[in-house]
């Protein structure tokens, strides 16, 4: 199974984000049919950690990794989040379009380097790319330029949120693409 560790923002700061993006460049492109690969803000989440293909039996010690990580870094009140300023990862067809978290972004940092640390004495996989929290708004390639659009979210604060829980998730790929939420643990 595919799985990743999230804190996934509240509707009304998905609904903000919606709303900017809507008045962009890759957002009228989306709306005029064009193949932007916009991400679903249904979906919208913070990765903390990616992990892939998990083989079914390790998902109890992926449960146990994250309680413990989870639980060190439990503070008395969640970390306070909000979503702005734009940015990019890749060139030509590999082109992300994302949007900056800021904040209290230190202890999701914390949170990483545990989730990453015990996953690696569990054996477990993950992904050990520098972390960067960040929220992914399209997957364009080289549909269209998102320069523009980088520089304009330069501008954008989305609202202030608390990141209550860190969320284990499966995600379903092909036809029918769609993420399961397999626990949850406070922060």
């Known amino acids: 199974m595919r799985l990743f560790l999230a804190v996934h923002p509240p509707p009304e700061a998905v609904a903000d ?20 690969r916009l991400a679903d803000p249904a979906n919208a989440h913070v990765t903390l950690a990616f992990l892939g293909d998990v083989p079914d039996d ?4 992926v449960r146990d990794t994250v309680g413990l990580a989870a639980g060190r870094c439990r503070g ?30 230190e202890r999701l940092h914390l949170l990483a380097g545990q989730l990453r640390a015990g996953l690696r004495a569990a054996g ?11 929220l992914t708004i399209a997957r364009p390639g080289d549909r269209i330029d998102v320069e ?26 092909g036809t029918d693409r769609r993420y ?7 922060l």
């Open 17 to 36: 984000l919606a709303a900017r993006i809507s008045r962009l460049r890759i957002g009228t492109a989306a709306a005029a049919g064009t193949n932007v």
């Open 58 to 61: 390790r998902l109890p010690a």
């Open 124 to 134: 477990l996989p993950y992904d050990d790319r520098p972390y960067r929290p960040h």
């Open 76 to 105: 008395p009140v969640p970390p306070r989040l909000r979503l702005g300023r734009g940015g990019r990862f890749g060139q030509g067809r590999t082109t992300v379009l994302w949007v900056d978290v800021l904040g209290e972004v």
């Open 148 to 173: 523009p659009d980088r520089i304009s979210l330069d501008s954008y604060l989305g609202p202030w949120w608390p990141a209550n829980h860190l969320t284990l998730v499966r995600s379903h790929l």
């Open 180 to 186: 399961e939420t397999l626990g949850s643990w406070p």
